[in-house]
């Protein structure tokens, strides 16, 4: 939440290890398998040493989870002859992405900034308002933490970091934590009582509304000094609304905060914005084909392809 200690100061890192083989989930049938670049992004190193044309912003779905390189939307960019790179990453939120926008966007400078929207960017939002370091770059200016110059030094901090993870979760196997949490709900009947709750929920919903209309305010906010960032280096800055899953799933209940965001940049005439619902979901017979196996996960390769020659 607040960053890792080295010596005297802490250090938020918004990407990975540098040069280190990764090795993604099995969504499509295979696990994806790449190196990240020189800052611990989803991008061939070589990528670096001529002129950005193209910078992506978001989360997973940015960063092209669940597909092989080839065939992620920077994948696609870059096969067009559009030099992109990519610094979107899993769980990343709104706060994250301007925090990743100032640190490397003003110090490549890319003639176009493309900011990925997602569906649970807000919940993100949420998360990341409990970090002190994240909401410098919001409400102090100039405020940088230097990372483009601070590689090593995050690579020994994620290292180290990694390893105690690992330690920690081999003594949680060990000591069957997990069985004996789960054993200690079943007996008490946490998820009947917690259906059962209905005025609970009620009042939750209700407090969730109010929450969700600040932290769409503080969202605003957040794009609104990304889109000044980019304009002051003279970049382009497009903002992309990706849909979920469950928008075109007849189980499950659309979230209903996209006319608010799709409002708000109507109404600001400065934004350059691509809806793929509108531009995409809505022309297709069967949304769905363009999910894994027809199931709620990350694009696939096709709905990447789809999606990069929109942008294009």
Do not use: C
Not at 44 to 65: C, N, R, T, W
Not at 243 to 261: S, V
């Amino acid at each position: 939440t607040n960053g890792i200690i080295s010596k005297n100061e802490k250090i938020f890192p918004l990407g990975g290890i540098s040069n280190s083989i990764d090795i993604m989930t099995n969504e499509q049938g295979y696990h994806p398998i790449f190196m990240r670049d020189k800052f611990g992004f989803r991008n061939p190193s070589e990528i670096y040493e001529k002129k950005i044309d193209v910078m992506l912003i978001g989360d997973s779905f940015a960063e092209g989870v669940a597909v092989n390189y080839e065939d992620t939307i920077q994948g696609n960019l870059l096969k067009n002859n559009l030099n992109t790179i990519s610094l979107g990453s899993g769980g990343n939120g709104p706060l994250v992405e301007l925090a990743t926008l100032i640190e490397y966007g003003k110090y490549f400078k890319p003639d176009n900034v493309i900011w990925f929207y997602f569906e649970n960017d807000i919940k993100d939002l949420e998360n990341g308002l409990q970090s002190d370091i994240l909401k410098k770059y919001l409400f102090k200016e100039n405020f940088s933490q230097n990372l483009v110059n601070k590689q090593n030094i995050i690579d020994e901090l994620l290292i180290a970091k990694s390893l105690d993870y690992v330690n920690n979760y081999k003594n949680y196997l060990n000591d069957n934590i997990h069985n004996k949490y789960q054993l200690i709900k079943i007996l008490k009947l946490y998820n009947i009582r917690k259906l059962l709750d209905i005025n609970a929920n009620s009042k939750i919903k209700k407090e969730n509304i109010i929450e969700q209309k600040k932290y769409r305010e503080l969202f605003f906010k957040i794009i609104n000094k990304a889109y000044i960032e980019v304009n002051n280096w003279g970049g382009n800055f497009y903002f992309v609304y990706l849909p979920d899953f469950i928008n075109y799933d007849k189980n499950a209940y659309p979230l209903t905060h996209r006319i608010e965001i799709l409002d708000f940049l109507n109404n600001n005439k400065k934004f350059k914005f691509i809806d793929i619902h509108d531009e995409l979901m809505i022309k297709l017979d069967n949304p769905k084909k363009l999910f894994p196996f027809e199931i709620r996960g990350h694009f696939n390769a096709t709905e990447n392809k789809k999606i990069s020659e929109i942008i294009i």
